[in-house]
């Protein structure tokens, strides 16, 4: 058991090395790299913002109760404004790509695999690692960010919404709230983060994909474990990211 | 029958195209090629048969470099596949054409991007009124030429097989590596596939390597015999040698 996953952490760093060695060679895909982002931020922009926004209420109507009994009901949106920028809107973006685009690429690339797609790029003069595995995981770690820096914005509006249900404050006064709360060392790590779980959801649903097994269960397999192991690999990023800001002394 | 190939055509005058010596390939404990000896003369159809799990696919795969052999040799037009630099590997594959097993179809494209796909990779100066004629004509060929803007996916079987064998021909192959053409598809079907690959063979003079167990489809296409048992070749001829043959292991495909 702990042989099989000593040996799998292996492969994926030598997967993950290739990426590096690919990355830099010429003949970038650019057009398959502006598909795969364009598809990306589509598939994955609604349910981001959906969940966003929920968050954002809900965390901001049950933090309520607490401040109230202190009476520091005043200090609600700088409270939420913390939690949500630096920990809840990039988590919740990146479980979800991981979710939806993780075991998406998975599967694609486990069908591709089965039924001989990639070796027929390879034999149609055409390097499939570079063409479907450094645009995919280029893509995620350019959309995941920007989804993330998205779901702020609008797990924030939640947020205030939340304020606002008992009538506390105005519109001007959240965000100038919101805005004197947050500085540089809150909004700075909690983006660099993100770049990290882009990389992490796209290189895993590569790797499952390339190395899916023959047959459906083959490619449900690899999607499945695609979303399984990127997704707890984004708490553990989480956990070494909060170690370092808090080394630095930036909490 | 209307047409069959001449089984008798004597084809060992001719130059070899591919040359293999003493191939070997194991995964692991399993020696799936072990001592593997084979020459396709020009304009020839070579059919490998063997059981499923012998080792054909993975025979095909090493020829046109897909796998990288454990030993031996092969030469394919003179050139030793294993000592070929990427871009020499893709000048390779250019002339020797592959049609997987399971299509291999990019389920994304449509059957045009499908067959643009190894012309702009391979040839990427072909302008564009060309790649629309070449495609035109592959699609011709095959009999689909009303399929052009459909997906893979709303197409049947045996189109699906049409349409891959045109993109392998698009780029005007002189060796054909068939996997197992006719696997999966009805028997008239798989008839009409096998007359597509005679048709090919003598329109473009094309030699072949076709894998199959499909007796029928042998029967059709194949000038010559190979068989494949425990990874060396074991008996070769044409089909009545081998048909007529004592030997258990061979008659047994052939009942
Ligand atoms: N990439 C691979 N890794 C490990 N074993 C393989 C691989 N490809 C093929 N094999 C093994 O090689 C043997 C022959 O496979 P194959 O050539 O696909 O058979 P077939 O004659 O049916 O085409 C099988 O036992 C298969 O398990
Ligand atoms: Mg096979």
């Keep these: 058991m702990i042989k099989n996953i000593l040996i799998e952490i292996g492969l994926i760093a030598r997967f993950t090395a290739r990426f590096f060695r690919e990355v830099f060679k010429p003949q970038f895909e650019f057009s398959e790299f502006l598909r795969q982002c364009f598809y990306i931020g589509n598939k994955s922009f609604p349910l981001v913002a959906i969940t966003a926004f929920i968050m954002g209420l809900v965390i901001t109507m049950q933090s309520r109760p607490t401040l109230v009994e202190f009476g520091a009901q005043a200090w609600l949106p700088k409270m939420i404004s913390v939690s949500l920028v630096r920990e809840i809107a990039p988590v919740i973006t990146a479980l979800i790509c991981a979710g939806k685009i993780g075991s998406g690429i998975g599967a694609e690339l486990g069908s591709m695999k089965v039924t001989e797609q990639i070796d027929a790029m390879d034999v149609s003069g055409t390097n499939p690692y570079k063409f479907l595995v450094v645009t995919r995981v280029m893509a995620t770690t350019l959309m995941i960010p920007i989804l993330a820096i998205l779901a702020d914005g609008i797990s924030l509006y939640g947020g205030y919404l939340g304020c606002n249900i008992h009538g506390l404050v105005s519109w001007d006064l959240f965000w100038n709230q919101v805005f004197d709360t947050l500085v540089f060392a809150d909004i700075v790590p909690s983006i660099l983060k993100t770049f990290f779980f882009g990389f992490i959801i796209g290189i895993i649903g590569c790797y499952q994909g390339f190395n899916s097994s023959k047959g459906t269960e083959g490619v449900g397999q690899s999607a499945n474990s695609a979303v399984v192991i990127s997704s707890l690999l984004v708490f553990i990023i989480d956990l070494l990211a909060v170690q370092i800001t808090d080394a630095l002394n930036l909490n | ?255």
């Design chain 2, 1 to 255: 029958m209307a047409e069959v190939v001449e089984h008798n055509k004597s084809f060992n005058s001719l130059e070899s195209v591919i040359s293999i010596k003493g191939l070997r390939k194991a995964f692991g404990d399993n020696k799936v090629i072990n001592g593997f000896d084979f020459d396709l003369k020009r304009g020839e159809n070579v059919v490998v048969l063997g059981k499923s799990g012998s080792g054909k696919s993975v025979l095909i795969k090493l020829i046109i470099g897909l796998m990288k052999p454990d030993q031996g040799s092969i030469e394919v037009f003179k050139d030793k596949v294993e000592t070929l630099s990427t871009s020499q590997l893709d000048e390779m594959r250019v002339k020797v054409g592959f049609l997987f097993q399971s299509n291999a179809l990019y389920d994304s494209m449509t059957v045009r991007e499908n067959l643009e796909f190894p012309l702009r990779r391979h040839r990427k100066k072909t302008s564009k009124e060309e790649v629309n004629k070449l495609v035109m004509e592959a699609l011709t060929n095959v009999g689909l030429p009303q399929t052009v803007d459909m997906m893979p996916s709303e197409l049947s079987g045996g189109m699906r097989k049409r349409i891959a064998l045109a993109r392998t021909l698009i780029l005007k192959p002189e060796i054909i590596l068939y996997d197992e053409p006719t696997t999966g598809l009805d028997p008239i079907t798989g008839k009409e596939i096998s007359h597509l690959m005679l048709d090919i063979q003598k329109k473009y003079n094309t030699s072949s390597i076709i894998i199959s167990h499909d007796i029928n489809c042998v029967k059709i296409v194949a000038n010559r015999i190979v068989m494949l048992i425990d990874g060396i070749c074991y008996a070769t001829g044409t089909y009545n040698e081998l048909e007529n043959s004592t030997d258990t292991r061979v008659k047994q495909f052939f009942e």
